[in-house]
């Protein structure tokens, strides 16, 4: 019998949800009179399952062996859902032993990202799979009982009053287990289901321990501060003035000796954690001998680290990664126009990988067997308005779309429906490792098939003139970032919220990441380049603004500068800050 529904974790789930409003919620004067824009116009959103792979972060740091003229570099585009007001705030602390500039969430104290008078240091996410869900057989004579060894434990409730606006008040009751809250409970079946999280642990504040980054003062210090670290999981990176450069995973991760954390557990006692790795002993690196460390999601433990315990399962494609190192180590001495240039770059390293494997194939039909032509032509950068890239992109869609069209496997389509691109472009390659042993004939019309249909596509969404193929337009890569109100309201309100459309390059798998989306969901909207031989040369970014309100100057007035790839000078000594400075405000305590 099927036990496992969407309905187990809808309580959980709730609270990712984003903020929805409806017309009616607006008064008249201000409302939308397109009701039908309002409801149908939504964001293209992925599957939770897919943005997990794409929402994601680069950072490196280079030491002196890296950089032009000695100079040492940090480097950190932490990407997440496009959003306005802005996720992250630049801010500058100055006072009594703490100077402190860089960004960070602004509900968080501290600067998570950015640098002081002795080093720089930024972050990635580093999978952690901090929480798992329990499975509890319950007492046929009390639901509120559950099997805990040989004995029925009591679940423990706590009655919750919550105000409703415009309506009564609802008393709720919050179950909770030893391991955690109750989700769900199957009273048919005399089943229960609760979540375990480690981010509930005491210490969980998320980004907390930057207050003790912004003090570090050489990789021991700032080490140490990352071992307060719990939440989340990051790839925590510093460099400093004496040219040190380090790497510390940091986040609580349980251990699990006898289970994977993979699927849902029995919770009566045989699946418990072993505790929480001590966060120093997660994986680490200092002064590496290529003279770099960079990370973008990808798996960066290495082969001969021990506590495999307590290391998750998910990472991001590799691709981004693999071309930031690509460059960094190509022996040529770096500059900071060439960390901009790398943390925009566009270059895709699977249509470098794929689009060779046309070269023998013969595409069905004029249009497709010239548009081949063209990509083997092409330089694999996906930028706007590119032709070759439009095509490119569409194919990759239908290589990923398409896969159990050529290849059936219904079971696994059941349990894992995406699969990620890496996987993918290694089965081409070495097809014995997933689809057992199929003739060189399947693979070559999987590739040429998906072509033709990628093609295909084209033509009947942009015409058969390939000219109008272009990536980087309203209907085929865009960005616009949107307020929550920005739906709702009229056309006046509408242009004060929301961002104008911009055309966009990249994908998800270029360091300069956009997602996989016609309109671009995600990315980096806070950049930061840090020169820490000379601070003051250190560049930011920080998109559509500084400023919440939609009536200030500063509240989108970094979004087109953003959207072509550009940067703010990042100026630290007081005398650069002064010579820029706009307003001063000097606030006094009353009756001083």
Same mark, same amino acid.
Request: net charge negative.
């Given at each position: 019998?099927? +036990? ?22 607006? +008064?008249?004067?201000?409302? *939308? ?14 599957? #939770? ?55 960070? =969430? ?17 972050? #990635? ?20 009982? &559950?099997?805990?060894?040989? *004995? ?31 989700? &769900? ?28 980054? %912004? ?8 080490? =140490?501060?990352?071992? &307060?670290?719990?939440?989340?999981? @990051? ?5 400093? /003035? ?31 954690? %072993? ?19 960079? *990370? ?22 590799? &691709? ?49 067997? $010239? ?5 083997? /032509? ?8 590119? !032709? @070759? ?7 990759? %869609? ?19 429906? $995406? ?9 081409? +390659? ?19 098939? *998906? ?87 250190? !560049? ?23 959207? @072509? ?28």
């Amino acid at each position: 019998q099927l +036990l496992l529904s969407n309905q187990i974790l809808e309580l959980y789930n709730a609270y990712r949800k984003s903020v929805v409003f409806q017309p009616e919620d607006i +008064l008249p004067a201000y409302r *939308t009179r397109d009701i039908n824009q309002s409801i149908g116009a939504r964001e293209e959103i992925p599957s #939770t399952r897919e943005a997990q792979w794409w929402l994601g972060s680069n950072n490196w740091v280079t030491s002196p062996k890296v950089g032009k003229d000695g100079h040492v570099f940090m480097a950190n585009a932490p990407h997440r859902r496009l959003a306005v007001p802005s996720l992250r705030y630049w801010v500058h602390l100055s006072a009594p032993d703490w100077n402190v500039i860089g960004g960070g =969430e602004p509900e968080i104290p501290g600067v998570s990202i950015g640098h002081n008078d002795y080093g720089a240091w930024g972050l #990635t996410v580093f999978r952690t799979d901090g929480e798992d869900l329990y499975v509890y057989d319950l007492n046929p004579d009390n639901p509120l009982e &559950y099997r805990y060894g040989d *004995t029925w434990e009591s679940m423990q409730t706590i009655k919750e009053n919550i105000e409703v606006k415009g309506a009564e008040d609802v008393e709720v009751n919050l179950h909770y287990t030893r391991h955690g809250p109750v989700t &769900y409970i199957d009273s048919v079946n005399h089943k229960a289901y609760a979540i375990r999280c480690a981010w509930l642990e005491p210490g969980g504040s998320p980004y907390l321990a930057s207050l003790r980054m %912004d003090q570090a003062t050489d990789w021991e210090s700032y080490r =140490e501060a990352c071992n &307060y670290s719990h939440i989340p999981g @990051e790839n925590m990176i510093w460099a400093d /003035k004496q040219g040190n450069i380090g790497w510390q995973a940091v986040g609580i991760a349980p251990v699990r000796r006898n289970f994977s954390g993979m699927v849902p557990v029995p919770g009566d006692g045989r699946y418990e954690w %072993d505790g929480y790795l001590p966060i120093k002993e997660k994986p680490n690196i200092f002064n590496p001998e290529e003279g770099f460390f960079a *990370t973008a999601n990808q798996n960066v433990t290495p082969d001969s680290y021990t506590e495999w315990d307590a290391i998750g399962f998910n990472w991001s494609d590799p &691709y981004r990664g693999e071309r930031v190192e690509e460059v960094l180590r190509s022996g040529q001495a770096l500059n900071m126009e060439d960390m901009k240039r790398l943390q925009t770059d566009y270059l895709s390293i699977p249509a470098r990988t794929l689009v060779p494997l046309l070269e023998e194939l013969k595409p069905q039909g004029e249009l497709a067997v $010239a548009a081949k032509e063209r990509l083997l /032509k092409w330089d694999y950068l996906l930028t706007a308005p590119s !032709v @070759e890239a439009g095509i490119y992109v569409r194919w990759e %869609d239908e290589l990923k779309d398409r896969l159990f069209d050529y290849f059936p496997d219904p079971e696994a389509e059941q349990v894992e429906p $995406a699969i990620q691109l890496t996987k993918i472009i290694q089965w081409i +390659l070495e097809p014995s490792s997933k689809m057992g042993t199929p003739s060189q004939e399947q693979i070559e019309a999987y590739i040429v098939g *998906t072509f033709d249909s990628a093609v295909q596509h084209m033509e009947e969404s942009y015409g058969s003139s390939m000219e109008n193929w272009q990536y980087g337009q309203e209907s085929y890569k865009h960005v616009q970032i949107m307020h929550p109100l920005g739906r709702v309201v009229n056309d006046e309100l509408k242009a004060q919220l929301n961002t104008p459309i911009i055309p966009r390059g990249g994908n998800q798998y270029t360091p300069g990441a956009t997602g996989g989306n016609k309109g671009q969901p995600h990315g980096a909207t806070f950049r930061i380049i840090v020169d820490v031989t000379d601070w003051d040369q250190s !560049v930011g970014m920080n998109s559509p603004g500084q400023s919440g309100n939609p009536s200030s100057p500063y509240y989108k007035n970094l979004y087109e500068q953003w959207a @072509e790839d550009g940067f703010f000078p990042l100026y630290f000594s007081r005398e650069k800050v002064e010579s820029v400075r706009s307003e001063h405000y000097l606030l006094v305590p009353e009756g001083k």
